[in-house]
């Protein structure tokens, strides 16, 4: 099973090949009719476990746009959120909004740009903690196992 994981099946290939043929950021459906044309026996299933592990390996990327978590918020005006990947915690990001970056599209593209939106992601003060705390223990645990694995050679060459 983990075998076949990692190895490049002949549908995650051609998944893989319709999709570096689109410039549409298609979603899985989307996929799953262009694949379809080349293997027409394949599964939408099939098709976004694919996409899964193709993102999974570093061969795509997933994008989660605008995101699925939904929040609500006092204040009106526009800022930027952080957001805790692991506990989903939500804080406003200290940094004013940056109608700049609007101004900055203007003329570069064919969009017309009426807002953006912008999260930061990472670790918040708690889960940061809960990390280290975790790294510390798996060292420690395994510095501990060294040493007693040590201890017999030290004592026989202290004495
Ligand atoms: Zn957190
Ligand atoms: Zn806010």
Request: with cysteine; proline share 3%.
């Amino acid at each position: 099973m983990k075998e076949q994981t990692h190895r490049m099946t002949r549908q995650r290939r051609v998944i893989l090949e319709e999709l570096r043929e689109m410039d549409t950021h298609p979603g899985a459906e989307e996929v799953f009719e262009a694949v379809r044309r080349k293997l027409p026996r394949i599964s939408l299933g099939t098709v976004y476990r694919n996409l899964e592990i193709l993102s999974e390996l570093g061969e795509i990327q997933k994008l989660e746009l605008g995101g699925t978590l939904m929040r609500f918020d006092s204040k009106t005006e526009k800022h930027y959120h952080m957001r805790c990947i692991n506990c989903d915690r939500v804080d406003d990001a200290p940094m004013g909004f940056m109608e700049n970056m609007e101004t900055a599209l203007r003329g570069a593209t064919e969009f017309k740009i009426m807002d953006h939106r912008l999260e930061f992601l990472g670790l918040c003060p708690v889960c940061m903690e809960k990390a280290l705390d975790r790294k510390t223990l798996e060292e420690s645990s395994r510095g501990a196992a060294a040493a007693s694995a040590q201890t017999p050679t030290k004592k026989a060459s202290n004495f």
